[in-house]
Structures are given as C-alpha cells and as structure tokens.
C-alpha cells in the first residue's frame, strides 16, 4: 500500500467528487452499519487515518498526483 503526501478525510474526498460530478445525493450510512460491513475498515473509513508516507519523501519519490484536486483534474472527466 502507499499512501499520498495529502492528508485529507474520507468526507472531503466525497465533497470534491461530487462537486466535479454535479452530485446532489448523498448516501450516509451510519457507523455501525460501516463496522458491520467493513468490520475493523469501517472505523478508517469514519474515523480515518493520518499516515504520511515519510520512508518516500525522504527518498524524494515523486507522486504524479500528489494531492487529490491534481488527481480529479486528470483522471475524473467532469459530468456535464
């Protein structure tokens, strides 16, 4: 796994995908629905993790999207 040099939650992720795909729907299941589905992932997908990938940067690995806006602005085609 890698992770990128942003660190940046799960619910911001979504906000910026659905402004790029013109989304007005927002699906919201609750926690514990997450942890009964997911198991143990569902409290990283609620609660999230901080990993900053220090053994890369001090190896000056170079990320093609190193934040999440250069990643939708290239892979994402807006919905028009």
């Given at each position: ?11 911001k992720?979504?906000?910026?995908l659905?402004?790029v795909?013109?989304?007005i729907?927002t ?26 990938p220090?053994k ?8 093609k ?16």
């Open positions: 796994n890698c992770v990128s040099p942003e660190i940046i939650s799960y619910h992720i979504v906000c910026k659905k402004r795909m013109h989304s729907i699906i919201k299941i609750p926690s514990s629905i997450q942890k009964i589905i997911f198991g143990e992932m569902g409290s990283v997908i609620t609660g999230g993790q901080r990993v900053i220090r890369l940067q001090s190896l000056n690995f170079e990320y999207y190193p934040t999440i806006d250069s990643f939708i602005k290239n892979k994402i085609s807006p919905v028009t």
